[in-house]
């Protein structure tokens, strides 16, 4: 297990701030507005704000080139895949309900590393892996017996979570030497190309001049979530053991969840009051510190 030290923790309490109230937010974003259009603009927006930060603290963008073929794929596993179909499900489902299958990343992170990326979970990891499963199957509840309605948008925000929980076994593991803000940066602009061209191939027929209420999630997305949370992520997923890093940032869709319900008037369940107990379980069976053994 790893303690987090005071500037990982101030990082995971502004990470779970942004990307909790995030949810609502895009759901907003995109009830009116095509999905991919506005992660797109987004992107574009926030790709600025990324340069500013990298030059005013003096990080180097350049990625030499025989790095190229491993940040594509660490662009693919992390980025691609989470950031194009996690947009397109919030589609079709409530904020809180995606927030919550995007969140069974987790799961699938530590499942993964111990199966394929041999890690080894002591049995509180294990403890916390079960308790946020069973927290994911209390929230998808009533999911489950609506699925007939969305069940494509179900599918999505689980391949979305899996695809970005192989790219955070992957992003501890790389052997990139450059610094995280630099491989923030480039994954931002590949992202930001991919999404430029599917919103080109599949949503031209519905482009439109965003309202307000779009415009102020987009600005929200550009400005915190992107020019500001994502390298946060990405300095807590290199810097943590993956079990740590992705397991500590389970109360990220509790916020979702109750944000939703504040903003969006979703309604809560007995499953969402039960599942909170279970999540906080989760967390802490990561970030309490390991008993000190005796000599």
């Known amino acids: 297990m790893h303690a987090l030290s005071r500037r990982q923790l101030g990082t995971l309490v502004l990470l779970t701030v942004i990307w909790g109230l995030n949810w609502p937010i895009m759901?907003?974003?995109?009830?009116?507005?095509?999905?991919?259009?506005?992660?797109?603009?987004?992107?574009?927006?926030?790709?600025?704000?990324?340069?500013?930060?990298?030059?005013?603290?003096?990080?180097?963008?350049?990625?030499?080139?025989?790095?190229?073929?491993?940040?594509?794929?660490?662009?693919?596993?992390?980025?691609?895949?989470?950031?194009?179909?996690?947009?397109?499900?919030?589609?079709?489902?409530?904020?809180?309900?995606?927030?919550?299958?995007?969140?069974?990343?987790?799961?699938?992170?530590?499942?993964?590393?111990?199966?394929?990326?041999?890690?080894?979970?002591?049995?509180?990891?294990?403890?916390?892996?079960?308790?946020?499963?069973?927290?994911?199957?209390?929230?998808?509840?009533?999911?489950?017996?609506?699925?007939?309605?969305?069940?494509?948008?179900?599918?999505?925000?689980?391949?979305?979570?899996?695809?970005?929980?192989?790219?955070?076994?992957?992003?501890?593991?790389?052997?990139?030497?450059?610094?995280?803000?630099?491989?923030?940066?480039?994954?931002?602009?590949?992202?930001?190309?991919?999404?430029?061209?599917?919103?080109?191939l599949f949503e031209t027929a519905q482009w439109k001049t965003p309202p307000a209420a779009t415009w102020a999630a987009i600005l929200f997305n550009a400005v915190l979530v992107f020019g500001l949370a994502q390298a946060a992520w990405f300095s807590l997923a290199r810097g943590l053991p993956p079990v740590a890093a992705t397991l500590s940032v389970m109360l990220i869709p509790i916020l979702g969840v109750f944000s939703g319900a504040l903003w969006l008037h979703e309604v809560l369940q007995w499953q969402d009051w039960t599942a909170v107990v279970l999540m906080v379980v989760a967390i802490g069976s990561v970030l309490a510190p390991a008993p000190a053994r005796k000599s």
């Not at 309605?149 to 599918?155: E, I, K, T």
């Not at 992003?171 to 491989?183: G, N, S």
């Not at 940066?185 to 080109?200: E, H, I, K, P, R």
């Open 27 to 200: 759901k907003l974003g995109v009830t009116d507005f095509p999905p991919l259009t506005f992660r797109a603009l987004s992107m574009w927006l926030s790709l600025p704000v990324l340069w500013l930060v990298l030059r005013v603290m003096g990080v180097p963008l350049r990625i030499a080139r025989e790095h190229w073929r491993e940040l594509f794929w660490l662009t693919f596993a992390n980025m691609f895949v989470w950031q194009g179909l996690i947009i397109v499900a919030i589609k079709s489902l409530s904020s809180g309900r995606a927030a919550i299958l995007g969140y069974t990343m987790p799961i699938f992170s530590a499942v993964l590393g111990a199966l394929f990326f041999g890690n080894k979970l002591l049995p509180r990891a294990w403890a916390g892996v079960t308790a946020a499963g069973v927290g994911v199957v209390l929230l998808l509840w009533n999911e489950f017996t609506h699925l007939t309605g969305s069940p494509l948008g179900v599918m999505e925000a689980l391949i979305a979570a899996a695809s970005w929980a192989v790219g955070t076994q992957m992003l501890r593991r790389t052997p990139l030497p450059v610094a995280t803000l630099t491989l923030s940066f480039w994954m931002m602009v590949l992202t930001t190309g991919a999404m430029t061209l599917l919103a080109l």
